[in-house]
């Protein structure tokens, strides 16, 4: 680990923080460089900032502060060797998932989740995407806002990856001897995003219709099935893969095998029956499947790793290949409730 020279600055509320990955938690793709926060996004969101102030995500960086999560706060941070509670929030092990890092000149923690955790580092996009006079083409627009770091809703694997990235934690000391949590309960994406996460604004020809939070469409709630199902297996190899305590006096491991174990085995063979089976369904399930099956969920941790990387590649594969139009054999696998409660503008 860097050295540690954490200097609080409580007066304003801003905690500087100490560079640097904890252990085994990888792969965001957020890079502070790029963050400029969700204050930002206010000017021409206002109706989606007030959404995600309703929101947990907006207050996660007060997890160490809030009477429902402190103790528990107080619990992990001591386990792991966190002196002071109030070092949370400057602390490598604790700020990727809770917390918004911004790099200026220093490494600081603005918010808690944000608008750029999940759409990614607005910098180079923020004044391209919504360019309609200068850019009238959408296609343009996009792809000119793609290439400068945007994650658009349309991309379900870019965007969703995020989610499980944090939802899903693959430090195994953090889980075996700190006590958190090793994964969202019953995390899916359909429900997930369906309650207090929804801000859904724009109709499908991207006019605004702010006084409505509009239900995510159909098509769209398939993709977010099964795109967030194998996304949930890639992620739970990978927390199997970085952990080597055995045994279910140990959580984590027992946690990711699993659930990698009953989605190979159960619930991603009666998406691929209802699509029709194997001959019918889309080859990228087929084949996320037959990787899943080949991989020894007991065996090396390098093999484990490389089905990952080989399921990551057919999920963004199939996510760019479907509209979610195909999928309505599924329709009556799709969870039905949302987690928590709809902002309402
Ligand atoms: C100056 C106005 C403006 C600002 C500031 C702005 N946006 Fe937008 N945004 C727009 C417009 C306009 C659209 C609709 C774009 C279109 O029709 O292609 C949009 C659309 C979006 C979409 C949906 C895109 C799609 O096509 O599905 C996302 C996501 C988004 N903005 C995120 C952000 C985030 C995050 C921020 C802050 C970091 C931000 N925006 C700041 C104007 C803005
Ligand atoms: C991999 C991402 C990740 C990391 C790293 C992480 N957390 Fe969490 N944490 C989460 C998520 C996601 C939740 C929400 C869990 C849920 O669905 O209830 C959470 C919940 C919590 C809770 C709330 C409630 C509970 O029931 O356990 C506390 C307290 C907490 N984390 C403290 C910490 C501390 C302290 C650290 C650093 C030592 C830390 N977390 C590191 C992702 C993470
Ligand atoms: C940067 C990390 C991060 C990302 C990305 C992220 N989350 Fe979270 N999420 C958290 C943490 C941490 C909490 C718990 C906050 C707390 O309790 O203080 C949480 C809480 C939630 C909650 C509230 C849970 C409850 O117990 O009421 C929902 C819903 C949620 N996340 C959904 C999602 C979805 C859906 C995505 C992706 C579209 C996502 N999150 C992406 C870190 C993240
Ligand atoms: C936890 C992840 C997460 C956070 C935080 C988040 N978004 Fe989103 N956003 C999503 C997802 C997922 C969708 C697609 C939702 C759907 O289709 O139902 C989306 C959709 C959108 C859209 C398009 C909605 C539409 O009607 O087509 C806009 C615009 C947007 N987000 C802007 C923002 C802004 C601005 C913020 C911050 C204030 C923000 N988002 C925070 C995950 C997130």
Request: charged share 25%.
């Amino acid at each position: 680990m860097k050295n540690r020279v954490t200097i609080s600055l409580f007066a304003t509320g801003l905690f500087l923080v100490v560079a640097g990955q904890s252990n085994g938690q990888a792969i965001s793709t957020l890079h502070p460089e790029n963050v400029i926060g969700s204050e930002r996004c206010e000017e021409c969101h206002k109706e989606e900032v007030l959404a995600w102030k309703a929101s947990t995500h907006s207050r996660s960086n007060n997890v160490h502060r809030d009477a429902k999560t402190k103790e528990r706060a107080a619990e992990i941070a001591t386990k792991m060797g966190i002196k002071n509670v109030n070092d949370i929030p400057a602390h490598p092990l604790c700020t990727e998932c809770h917390f918004t890092r911004q790099k200026t000149t220093v490494l600081k923690v603005i918010s808690g989740v944000s608008c750029e955790s999940c759409h990614g580092g607005a910098k180079n996009y923020r004044d391209v995407h919504g360019k309609k006079d200068e850019i009238p083409d959408r296609a343009e627009r996009q792809k000119r806002s793609k290439a400068a770091g945007m994650l658009y809703p349309h991309e379900t694997y870019k965007v969703a990856e995020n989610c499980y990235n944090c939802h899903i934690v693959r430090d195994e000391k953090l889980v075996n001897v700190g006590g958190h949590k090793a994964r969202s309960d019953s995390f899916n994406l359909v429900d997930w995003t369906a309650g207090e996460l929804r801000h859904n604004f724009y109709d499908t020809s991207y006019e605004r219709h702010e006084k409505e939070n509009l239900d995510t469409r159909i098509e769209r709630k398939r993709l977010f099935f099964t795109v967030g199902m194998t996304l949930d297996l890639e992620y739970s190899l990978r927390g199997l893969a970085s952990g080597v305590q055995k045994g279910s006096n140990f959580p984590f491991r027992t946690t990711m095998g699993k659930r990698a174990y009953d989605i190979i085995n159960k619930e991603l063979p009666a998406v691929i029956a209802k699509l029709g089976g194997e001959g019918a369904a889309p080859k990228e399930l087929v084949e996320i499947q037959k990787i899943g099956k080949g991989t020894k969920l007991t065996g090396d941790a390098a093999d484990i790793v490389k089905a990952a990387d080989a399921i990551n590649a057919q999920i963004e594969a199939f996510s760019a290949s479907q509209d979610g139009t195909g999928l309505g054999a599924i329709d009556a696998f799709l969870p039905k409730n949302p987690k928590g409660t709809p902002y309402k503008p």
